[in-house]
């Protein structure tokens, strides 16, 4: 729990919860960016967010694992929070959890992308000191990134 909210692991139930809401939440479609192997496989080391007052309205997803291919690296896949709750720290809760429990297990840096166009994401991850590496064509012909990587834990709460 932090500050009013309920955060814990994702299961595979999760998915169609999710699933309906992301087109809207990222206003664009979303496609198999959000595909069900991270609720499947992946889910334990997600998490999902509500408020205590109505825990089963969902108000935010992480999707994210620790690296295999580098233990010591947390990796962020993808992070949305409804838009009504949106600008009262759901993400900055969901991504201290995260990095509190992927610490825990050994990682010390995490790692994320965000679109050089989604400024609102960009702006956030750098609130929470992420530095961030512009990379041509990261994910595709087109598909520029921002490689944003910080370290682990996440200063506690002020
Ligand atoms: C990006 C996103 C996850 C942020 O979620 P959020 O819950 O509103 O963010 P928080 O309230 O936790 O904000 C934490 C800090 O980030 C910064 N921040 C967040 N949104 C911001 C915005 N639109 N403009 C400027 N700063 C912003 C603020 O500094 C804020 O700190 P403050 O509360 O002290 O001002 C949310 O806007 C979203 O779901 N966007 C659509 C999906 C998306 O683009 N996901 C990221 C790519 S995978």
């Known amino acids: 729990m ?10 595979a ?5 999710a699933r309906v809401v992301a087109d809207g939440w990222f206003g664009r479609p979303v496609g198999l960016t959000m595909h069900r192997l ?22 935010g997803v992480l999707l994210g694992f620790a690296s295999v291919a580098d233990p010591a690296l947390a990796y962020i896949h993808f992070v949305m929070v409804d838009p009504q709750a949106r600008g009262t720290g759901v993400a900055r809760a969901l991504y201290h959890e995260f990095g509190q429990r992927m610490f825990a297990g050994g990682c010390r840096r995490v790692r994320t992308l965000a679109a050089p166009t989604n400024g609102r994401s960009l702006r956030f991850h750098e609130s929470l000191g992420f530095v961030g590496t512009f990379a041509s064509q990261y994910v595709g012909p ?8 910080r370290a682990l834990p996440f200063a506690p709460p002020a």
């Open 142 to 149: 087109g598909q520029d990134r921002i490689v944003f990587e």
């Open 38 to 59: 991270f609720f499947d496989q992946l889910g334990p080391t997600g998490l999902r967010a509500a408020s205590v007052a109505d825990p089963d309205l969902m108000l």
């Open 13 to 17: 139930a999760d998915f169609a919860e």
């Open 2 to 11: 932090s500050d009013g909210l309920v955060l814990r692991p994702l299961g």
